[in-house]
């Protein structure tokens, strides 16, 4: 596609990671692929050097910003760390062969030193009976003059404490290390507010929108539903409630419990009292680059907002950021077969115009096997609501820019066109047969599908009728809005 080519002179003065992310997006094109004919594999070239390079680029320098914000709080938190690490993969607790072990440590102390094997045994009074004075229990073990004969005694007498013990242990401390990593995202989120309000900025134009749209649609209209949806519209928001449950009293304490552990002697003492140290549990990696919906709550993980702290051309914003939010923002919007159901009626009419384009685009496009699988359409659904509501906010917000020529690159850029390239690069996967994710359509399919369905991006391609993207589509599919369909009750 050399049409599409144009070189120019004059460099801008963008920031960094903006020319980074412009840049990228041009290393992933494929020319010898008009965007009409496989927008996908146009964008995302089959032998990329990674899957996602884009995705990649910025958590890489979220991971970096995060550990020199760590980095103040190395001496308090996370001097440790590597500690915990090392924890984690020796904690695998085997009563049996722990008593053995601790049994051979006992002999050698009461054979070597005496202060040395008693203090042991004050360890042991602590660990399982909470006694501290060490008057009772295992430091009469100390009268035994006879090494081999007590601490055979000692053996028989923890075993059974220690069987019923700690097997998860080690899940437990696993636990921990994602605490003190999220505890990181929590200071990075504290120090970068703007980005988070920027992502609410975002969000409530989507909203905005999706409630416009709600109030014009037939079949919302004449199920008796529009209220419902108009509700649980309302109650989405995107917050920071979650992430700001961290507790600074929790990772000093758990601190402090560790170090007292560590002091301990013996190493038996030492492993079974980490074991015993309570750690909070979390349910998601912050510092992973991930959005999901836990309605109402949406949720963007900081990699997500960071980009919005990195003055990136609104047109990457929208594409990237705002069809993320647009589809978490679908998941409420759309029947979910799976967990809670929200809306008291979905179109079956929708649903199936969602499928068939979807079907469609696999029989287009499927790189090697194109997987079907009966449950969850939500997920299609969810993309066909978010990058167009993402666009159709862009569009209006964008308009007098929308067709100009943004310069300075090799390629000739304009904000509509780049809404579309940064979505496909937030995809970008190299070629693997049947790639298909757990619950996502396989990313090709994706795009392709949800672009082929967008009248906006034929007109911005100029596409013809008779291009590949454009024979991919089944027909229009109007979801919400006034055109959607009317279906029969
Ligand atoms: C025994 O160990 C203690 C430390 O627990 C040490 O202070 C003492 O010197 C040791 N005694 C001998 C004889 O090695
Ligand atoms: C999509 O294709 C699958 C398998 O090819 C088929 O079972 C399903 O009925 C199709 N869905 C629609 C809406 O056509
Ligand atoms: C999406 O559409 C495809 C093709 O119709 C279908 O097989 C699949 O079950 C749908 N849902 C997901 C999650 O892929
Ligand atoms: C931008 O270009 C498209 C066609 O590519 C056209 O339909 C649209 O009206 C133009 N928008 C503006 C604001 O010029
Ligand atoms: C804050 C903290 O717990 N720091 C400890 C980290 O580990 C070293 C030994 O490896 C201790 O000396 C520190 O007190
Ligand atoms: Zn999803």
Same mark, same amino acid.
């Given at each position: 596609?050399?049409?599409?080519?144009? =070189?120019?002179?004059?460099?801008?003065?963008?920031?960094?990671?903006?020319?980074?992310?412009?840049?990228?997006?041009?290393?992933? +094109?494929?020319?010898?692929?008009?965007?009409?004919?496989?927008?996908?594999?146009?964008?995302?070239?089959?032998?990329?050097?990674?899957?996602?390079?884009?995705?990649?680029?910025?958590?890489? %320098?979220?991971?970096?910003?995060?550990?020199?914000?760590?980095?103040?709080?190395?001496?308090?938190?996370?001097?440790? +760390?590597?500690?915990?690490?090392?924890?984690?993969?020796?904690?695998?607790?085997?009563?049996?062969?722990?008593?053995?072990?601790?049994?051979?440590?006992?002999?050698?102390?009461?054979?070597?030193?005496?202060?040395?094997?008693?203090?042991?045994?004050?360890?042991? &009074?602590?660990?399982?009976?909470?006694?501290?004075?060490?008057?009772?229990?295992?430091?009469?073990? @100390?009268?035994?003059?006879?090494?081999?004969?007590? @601490?055979? &005694?000692?053996?028989?007498?923890?075993?059974?404490?220690?069987?019923?013990? =700690?097997?998860?242990a080690k899940e437990n401390w696993k636990n921990y290390l994602n605490y003190l990593g &999220?505890?990181? @995202?929590?200071?990075?989120?504290?120090?970068?507010?703007?980005?988070?309000?920027?992502?609410?900025?975002? *969000?409530?134009?989507?909203?905005?929108?999706?409630?416009?749209?709600?109030?014009?649609?037939?079949?919302?209209?004449?199920?008796?539903? !529009?209220?419902?949806?108009?509700?649980?519209?309302?109650?989405?928001?995107?917050?920071?409630?979650?992430?700001?449950?961290?507790?600074?009293?929790?990772?000093?304490?758990?601190?402090?419990?560790?170090?007292?552990?560590?002091?301990?002697?013996?190493?038996?003492?030492?492993?079974?009292?980490?074991?015993k140290i309570e750690v909070p549990t979390v349910f998601e990696k912050w510092n992973s *680059? &991930?959005?999901?919906?836990? $309605?109402?709550?949406?949720?963007?993980?900081?990699?997500?907002?960071?980009?919005?702290?990195?003055?990136?051309?609104?047109?990457?914003?929208?594409?990237?950021?705002?069809?993320?939010?647009?589809?978490?923002?679908? $998941?409420?919007?759309?029947?979910? %077969?799976?967990? $809670?159901?929200?809306?008291?009626?979905?179109?079956?009419?929708?649903?199936?115009?969602?499928?068939?384009? *979807?079907?469609?685009?696999?029989?287009?496009?499927?790189?090697?096997?194109?997987?079907?699988?009966?449950?969850?359409?939500?997920?299609?659904?969810?993309?066909?609501?978010?990058?167009?509501?993402?666009?159709?906010?862009?569009?209006?917000?964008?308009?007098?820019?929308?067709n100009k020529s943004i310069r300075g690159y090799e390629y000739c850029w304009t904000p509509?066109?780049? *809404?579309?390239?940064?979505? @496909?690069?937030?995809?970008?996967?190299?070629?693997?047969?049947?790639? !298909?994710?757990?619950? $996502?359509? %396989?990313?090709?399919?994706?795009?392709?599908?949800?672009?082929?369905?967008?009248?906006?991006?034929?007109?911005?391609?100029?596409?013809?009728?008779?291009?590949?993207?454009?024979?991919?589509?089944?027909?229009?599919?109007?979801?919400?809005?006034?055109?959607?369909?009317?279906?029969?009750?």
């Open positions: 596609m050399q049409v599409f080519l144009c =070189y120019l002179m004059f460099v801008l003065g963008v920031n960094s990671l903006e020319l980074d992310i412009v840049k990228i997006i041009e290393t992933n +094109i494929d020319d010898s692929i008009d965007p009409c004919d496989d927008f996908y594999r146009h964008a995302c070239k089959k032998d990329l050097s990674k899957d996602s390079v884009f995705r990649n680029l910025l958590s890489k %320098s979220y991971d970096i910003e995060v550990e020199s914000m760590a980095g103040k709080y190395h001496t308090t938190f996370f001097a440790n +760390i590597s500690d915990y690490e090392t924890l984690v993969n020796s904690l695998k607790i085997n009563v049996d062969q722990d008593v053995t072990l601790a049994k051979y440590e006992y002999v050698e102390k009461c054979i070597n030193n005496k202060t040395e094997a008693r203090k042991m045994l004050l360890e042991l &009074n602590e660990l399982i009976y909470d006694e501290k004075e060490g008057n009772c229990c295992f430091t009469n073990i @100390a009268y035994d003059t006879k090494c081999e004969r007590a @601490a055979t &005694n000692l053996e028989k007498g923890i075993k059974i404490y220690l069987e019923e013990a =700690y097997p998860d &999220n505890f990181k @995202a929590f200071l990075w989120l504290d120090a970068n507010r703007n980005t988070f309000e920027k992502s609410r900025e975002i *969000f409530n134009k989507l909203k905005e929108e999706v409630s416009e749209m709600i109030k014009k649609t037939p079949w919302l209209i004449n199920s008796n539903s !529009m209220e419902a949806y108009l509700e649980i519209t309302n109650q989405l928001m995107v917050d920071t409630k979650i992430l700001v449950q961290m507790n600074r009293d929790v990772v000093n304490e758990v601190t402090e419990q560790f170090q007292i552990c560590r002091r301990l002697s013996s190493s038996l003492t030492r492993k079974y009292c980490y074991a *680059f &991930n959005a999901f919906n836990l $309605h109402p709550h949406l949720n963007l993980n900081n990699p997500i907002l960071s980009a919005l702290g990195s003055n990136l051309p609104p047109a990457i914003e929208y594409g990237f950021v705002g069809a993320l939010l647009g589809h978490e923002f679908g $998941h409420t919007l759309i029947k979910s %077969s799976r967990d $809670h159901m929200f809306v008291p009626y979905f179109s079956e009419q929708v649903k199936n115009c969602v499928q068939n384009q *979807f079907n469609k685009s696999c029989e287009y496009f499927a790189e090697g096997v194109c997987r079907t699988v009966d449950f969850q359409f939500d997920e299609n659904g969810s993309d066909l609501v978010g990058v167009p509501l993402a666009y159709n906010v862009f569009k209006r917000e964008q308009s007098c820019v929308l509509a066109k780049l *809404f579309f390239y940064a979505h @496909a690069a937030m995809h970008c996967k190299r070629y693997k047969l049947n790639y !298909m994710t757990s619950v $996502h359509h %396989s990313s090709n399919i994706r795009v392709n599908a949800v672009l082929a369905q967008m009248p906006d991006f034929a007109e911005v391609f100029q596409c013809d009728a008779k291009s590949r993207m454009m024979r991919s589509k089944s027909k229009q599919c109007f979801i919400h809005g006034e055109d959607a369909p009317e279906t029969f009750f």
